[in-house]
């Protein structure tokens, strides 16, 4: 048995992964880790994503901490600040901040096999080891820039919705908005009052369903606050609704669609009385295809007469604002990229270094893939949060992250208690999963139109074909027979 000071443990980003895994090491009596964040604040996700109407597209009973419920959510949907407010008390409440680096960007990882551990670069240069990583850096965290002709030339501003610059003041300017995903439906509704002219530019229409959003009077917080019993009622209840209709989002099937398909046309025809609008946002492709969006208000905001929708083409920015390529120049004070991230999944986050020299990057090279979502074979004691393959269309990603920190926890515990110097998940085990994953991908709806659920070449190693409920269960346990375990 080896002692805590002998057994470093590095956490990788202090967003909600990184934050759950500390709390269950320190739940199971682990208190020898460090949590290294590249930011100046935890946060994540919740701390980048200012725009107006941020929030989260998840009951936030079921997209917070299983064991870290809140009765005090004030929405069904709470809004970016209140979950980022959520997650620095919880960091408070579990006396975390002296465990954390922040400002410290990790930019190399080298396995050592001799030593059993994982030398750690930081961007100042500074060089620590770990006998366990547990990487929770994110898949959507960097903002993707389009690549449109003439951006520098605009005269205004430009922002992306994950970098919003609060000092700009929308009132009463000309705003164009470029993007029509998860982010765009939250910030176009929020921003339509204030702003002189909004215009947004859709390449893509979405499928959007209703939010059915609403406050909690202050009795259901007191009552869910007074009796815990409500609470998880109350995130089992609203688990359940979103795995059983999962199915509707992630299988390719005519019937299920159609069910989608109906759901949305309502929520459009109850926000859009204009025929001709409707068709305008009424997508060509399969429900679920892409992420399907949520949001009582988008589509309305299409109603006001100083709310455009531009379906042309974008050629080019100007000076002036945004010329599309029937020739019109839409004029703007202010550009919103509400264009996505880049997906951190495709590639490693930077040089991670395995044994014999591979590089993850090396061996992810037909696209990233690990063992239920978390161990590569070669890269022995790391283990990834939100990894390969265990993104949900269709429910809370966090369900995934806390089978994945269980069954790390249970590594590190047979790493500690049995004296042993590595584990590293056997070749044939990764890659008979991983071929069955991609088996069941055949019977997923996401092949059928463009989006970053896809790689270059169409594969999905991205998101999870099935339930949450399963994942679960194949993840949460570890099997130490599927690793290979070397002693000292
Ligand atoms: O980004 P997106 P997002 N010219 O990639 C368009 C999570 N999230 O930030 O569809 C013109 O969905 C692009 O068009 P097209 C969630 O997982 C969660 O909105 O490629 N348009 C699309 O319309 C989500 O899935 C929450 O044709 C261009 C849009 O930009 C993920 O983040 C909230 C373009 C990008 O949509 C990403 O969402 C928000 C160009 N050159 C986000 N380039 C929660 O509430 C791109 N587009 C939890």
């Known amino acids: 048995m080896q002692n805590d000071t002998d057994f470093p443990i590095a956490i990788l980003g202090a967003g909600f992964a990184g934050i759950g895994a500390a709390i269950q090491l320190k739940k199971a009596g682990i208190e020898s880790f460090t949590i290294f964040e590249r930011a100046s604040e935890i946060g994540g996700t919740w701390r980048d994503n200012t725009y107006p109407g941020a929030a989260c597209d998840v009951p936030s009973h079921v997209y917070s901490l299983s064991f870290e419920q809140n009765p005090n959510w004030s929405q069904r949907y709470a809004a970016s600040g209140e979950i980022q407010a959520y997650l620095l008390d919880v960091v408070d409440k579990w006396k975390l901040r002296d465990r954390l680096r922040l400002n410290t960007e990790i930019v190399e990882a080298r396995f050592d096999e001799n030593a059993g551990i994982w030398r750690l670069t930081t961007d100042g240069g500074?060089?620590?080891?770990?006998?366990?990583?547990?990487?929770?850096?994110?898949?959507?965290?960097?903002?993707?820039?389009?690549?449109?002709?003439?951006?520098?030339?605009?005269?205004?501003?430009?922002?992306?919705?994950?970098?919003?610059?609060?000092?700009?003041?929308?009132?009463?300017?000309?705003?164009?908005?470029?993007?029509?995903?998860?982010?765009?439906?939250?910030?176009?509704?929020?921003?339509?009052?204030?702003?002189?002219?909004?215009?947004?530019?859709?390449?893509?229409?979405?499928?959007?369903?209703?939010?059915?959003?609403?406050?909690?009077?202050?009795?259901?917080?007191?009552?869910?606050?007074?009796?815990?019993?409500?609470?998880?009622?109350?995130?089992?209840?609203?688990?359940?609704?979103?795995?059983l209709r999962g199915p509707i989002v992630f299988y390719n099937s005519k019937l299920l669609s159609a069910i989608g398909v109906s759901l949305s046309k309502w929520n459009l025809r109850r926000q859009v009385k204009d025929p001709d609008l409707r068709k305008r946002l009424t997508p060509d492709f399969q429900f679920g295809c892409k992420r399907v969006l949520v949001s009582d208000d988008y589509w309305a905001s299409f109603e006001r007469d100083d709310v455009e929708l531009v379906t042309d083409s974008i050629e080019r920015i100007e000076a002036k604002g945004v010329r599309t390529d029937d020739g019109r120049l839409h004029e703007a004070d202010v550009i919103v990229l509400a264009t996505g991230f880049k997906l951190g999944l495709a590639t490693a986050p930077f040089p991670i270094i395995g044994r014999n020299g591979q590089t993850l990057d090396e061996a992810w090279a037909s696209g990233a893939v690990a063992y239920k979502g978390m161990t590569v074979s070669g890269f022995p004691n790391w283990f990834i949060m939100m990894g390969p393959n265990t993104g949900p269309g269709h429910t809370s990603v966090l369900v995934y992250t806390e089978a994945q920190i269980a069954h790390a926890i249970q590594a590190i515990q047979k790493l500690q208690s049995e004296g042993l110097k590595l584990m590293d998940i056997r070749r044939d085990v990764q890659d008979r999963y991983n071929a069955g994953i991609q088996k069941r991908m055949t019977r997923m709806v996401w092949g059928g139109c463009n989006s970053w659920y896809l790689n270059a070449d169409g594969s999905n190693h991205s998101l999870y074909p099935g339930f949450a409920a399963e994942y679960v269960l194949r993840a949460r346990k570890l099997n130490p027979n599927d690793y290979e375990c070397v002693g000292y």
């Open 126 to 243: 500074d060089t620590f080891t770990a006998r366990v990583v547990l990487a929770g850096v994110g898949g959507l965290v960097d903002p993707a820039y389009p690549n449109i002709a003439g951006m520098d030339d605009f005269e205004g501003e430009v922002m992306h919705t994950a970098r919003w610059n609060h000092e700009v003041v929308l009132r009463d300017k000309r705003v164009s908005v470029i993007g029509t995903g998860a982010s765009a439906v939250q910030v176009v509704p929020t921003i339509a009052s204030v702003v002189a002219l909004l215009t947004v530019f859709q390449r893509t229409p979405a499928w959007v369903v209703a939010k059915l959003d609403a406050f909690y009077p202050a009795w259901v917080k007191r009552l869910l606050a007074r009796f815990p019993f409500f609470l998880k009622a109350s995130r089992f209840v609203k688990y359940w609704v979103s795995e």
